[in-house]
T-cell receptor, first 114, second 113 residues
């Protein structure tokens, strides 16, 4: 069975600085997808970024980028130029190539301080 | 576009009462999912429907039933609510193709006394 682990329950960062959130996963699959979702206090689940395991190039979306290390089964999220609106719970999630079911980590609560 | 709509947004039940949570999507997605979110834990899959007419158990199905009414709607039913089912429930949908992500509703906060 697949598992996803986020070892940082809470993190904080100063506005405009860079922060990295960690995520590791365990799977025997070779093809799969990884996601980062953001959950602000409004409780919405918002897709931040996604990565296909067969792609070696790390995904980027504006200020958000990932460091995907397939051999190490690591998938960290880097937020550059942090903004107050980035304050949220961040979830790492794994999806097998088929089926579409997501397996979530426990989440990291990020606070961006002015 | 409304996306994924969940009703109600909040509900308080007494132990033993029954309740159906409604979910509808207007994105013509094939797959739909129900998750629960408990404090300190990520979302856990209760049931899912890969396509209209099919449903399957997820990680935590006990105490729940689902109905895929049509392509748009996927309901979750608690037949006899228990305090352990106090949680925030999320419905999600997905087109169903390879790397397509899930799109989530805004959640239902359910408290069982």
């Amino acid at each position: 069975a697949q598992t996803v682990t986020q070892s940082q329950p809470e993190m904080s960062v100063q506005e405009a600085e860079t922060v990295t959130l960690s995520c590791t996963y365990d799977t025997s699959e070779s093809n799969y997808y990884l996601f980062w979702y953001k959950q602000p206090p409004s409780r919405q689940m918002i897709l931040v970024i996604r990565q296909e395991a067969y792609k070696q190039q790390n995904a980027t979306e504006n200020r958000f980028s990932v460091n995907f290390q397939k051999a190490a089964k690591s998938f960290s999220l880097k937020i550059s130029d942090s903004q107050l609106g980035d304050t949220a719970m961040y979830f790492c999630a794994f999806m097998k190539n088929q089926g579409g079911k997501l397996i979530f980590g426990q989440g990291t609560e990020l606070s961006v301080k002015p | 576009n409304a996306g994924v709509t969940q009703t109600p947004k909040f509900q308080v039940l007494k132990t033993g009462q029954s309740m159906t949570l409604q979910c509808a999507q207007d994105m013509n997605h094939n797959s739909m999912y129900w998750y629960r979110q408990d404090p300190g834990m990520g979302l856990r899959l209760i049931y899912y429907s890969a396509s209209e007419g099919t449903t399957d158990k997820g990680e935590v199905p006990n105490g729940y039933n689902v109905s895929r009414l049509n392509k748009r709607e996927f309901s979750l039913r608690l037949e006899s609510a228990a305090p352990s089912q106090t949680s925030v429930y999320f419905c999600a949908s997905r087109l169903g193709q390879h790397n397509q992500p899930q799109h989530f509703g805004d959640g239902t906060r359910l408290s069982i006394l």
